[in-house]
């Protein structure tokens, strides 16, 4: 089961934009790889996935400002995060699947407030 860590979160003025990183202990060559969000009093939701063969599938709320990429020769998975809002402030979490076991992060904060 690979470990999970995000970075990259922070403060940023509406408008702006910040990227996100997760470094994966191990391979994701074969796995799919996903950035979900935890709003403030909200469930987890799905933000953007990409599947092993590079597919992707965007939340509407992000379609157009959010991009997500991977390298496996790295072993990450990045988040763009354009044209942020504040209602884009949440806890983000990385995750990685599609396979017998799936792994979370510890989740990074990314805050848009004026």
């Known amino acids: 089961q690979v470990q999970l860590a995000e970075s990259g979160g922070g403060l940023v003025l509406p408008g702006g934009s910040l990227r996100l990183s997760c470094a994966a202990s191990?391979?994701?060559?074969?796995?799919?790889m996903a950035w979900y969000r935890q709003r403030p009093g909200k469930q987890r939701e799905l933000v953007a996935v990409?599947?092993?063969?590079?597919?992707?599938h965007y939340a509407d709320a992000v379609k157009g400002r959010f991009y997500i990429s991977r390298d496996n020769a790295k072993n990450t998975v990045n988040l763009q995060m354009n044209s942020l809002k504040p209602e884009d402030t949440a806890v983000y979490y990385c995750?990685?699947?599609?396979?017998?076991?799936?792994?979370w992060g510890q989740g990074t904060q990314v805050t848009v407030s004026s």
């Open positions: 995750w990685c699947g599609g396979g017998p076991e799936e792994s």
């Open positions: 990409m599947s092993s063969d590079d597919n992707t």
């Open positions: 191990g391979s994701i060559r074969f796995n799919a």
